[in-house]
Every structure is written in C-alpha cells, then in structure tokens.
C-alpha cells in the first residue's frame, strides 16, 4: 500500500507551462528529441510561437525543467530520510514514496532512457546519478559488503526497469507497481538481515 500519496499520475494540465512540458514529451515520444522541434510544440498547443518563447526559450529548457519538476520529490524524499532512523521500516518506506515518485513521473523516466545521449549532453544524466547516490545511501545498511551494496542498487534498478519491462506485460498497472515494489524491498530486506 502507498503511504501519504495516490499511485495514479498526476494531471499535469492546470497552467500553460505545464501544457508546454506536456506536449513537449508527447512529441518526443512519438517522434524522438532530435525530430521535435518548439514550432511543432506551439502548432500542437495551438499558440504562437511568442507565447512558447515567454515561458521557455528552447526545447532543452523544457526538458530541463521537466527533469527540475521530477527531481523536486525525490529531493524531498532524500532530504525525508536523512530526519529518519536508519530502520529497515524507514528502508521501506524509502521504496514505497519512491514508487509513487516513478509512477507519477512515467513519460519523463521513459525519455531519459530513450535519450541517453541527450540526457548526457543536457547533464541532466549527471544529476540524476547524484540523487540516485543520495537514495541509495539511505537504503544501506550500516555495515555493508558489497552484496549488500549491489542488493540495494538493484532494488532501485528494478523499481527503474520494471515500469519499462512490465509495460508490455498484460495486466493491471496497480499489481504491476505492487510486484515491483514487493521484489524491491524484498532485496533491501535482504541487504539488512544478511
């Protein structure tokens, strides 16, 4: 069960900016980042260029600003769990505010692994290891091997690829996001007892 927040997608269409992202990874996903252009965005939003100008000035400042949206909660989450008793049950909670993080995020997540080498160019890449480092310190144990280690960061891993690999796989997305979840804190578990 997911604590303090819903697992569906935010909606995302209360303000212009927002719409602007949105299209934006419509776009790129249908198309790709290279084939997309702010003339194509302002066309599909049905504004004038000038009215996509005045909140973004190139298409990498709405992919930037779209990584800075997505990186908000998990900030909030490591800066959560540094207040928190290294317990195994704050280990666990960890993974569960973190799904809803993914969850909430799913486009961007799939263009930052559709467009890596965007991603490095727009450093974006370089700020996401950071936080990921920062996530996966809380999820450690105090005395950890390297098993332990590698058990940790592929609990993160596989909350990361199983929202691509299940995507295909038939059946509900809630019990999709459970079985991730299960399998993830299983391997933090794990990590702790060994």
């Not at 269409?13 to 198309?31: K, M, P, S, Y």
């Not at 890449?125 to 105090?142: A, I, V, Y």
Request: proline share 3%.
């Amino acid at each position: 069960m997911v604590t303090g927040s819903t697992s569906k997608p935010q909606q995302r269409r209360g303000n212009t900016r927002q719409r602007i992202q949105d299209v934006a990874l419509e776009l790129i996903a249908e198309q790709g980042y290279e084939k997309t252009s702010l003339r194509e965005i302002s066309e599909r939003l049905g504004v004038t260029k000038a009215a996509l100008y005045y909140h973004f000035k190139t298409k990498e400042d709405i992919v930037v600003s779209l990584f800075d949206d997505l990186m908000t909660p998990i900030d909030e989450l490591i800066a959560w769990a540094a207040d928190q008793p290294p317990t195994l049950e704050t280990k666990r909670e960890i993974l569960t505010r973190y799904g809803v993080a993914l969850a909430n995020a799913a486009p961007l997540f799939r263009f930052m692994q559709e467009n890596q080498a965007t991603m490095r160019e727009l450093r974006i890449g370089e700020d996401f290891k950071e936080r990921m480092k920062g996530l996966l310190d809380h999820l450690l144990p105090e005395d950890v091997t390297l098993t332990n280690r590698v058990r940790c960061f592929s609990a993160l891993f596989s909350m990361h690829a199983g929202m691509f690999v299940l995507r295909e796989v038939e059946g509900d997305i809630e019990e999709k996001r459970e079985a991730i979840l299960e399998v993830a804190t299983d391997l933090v578990t794990q990590a702790h007892r060994s």
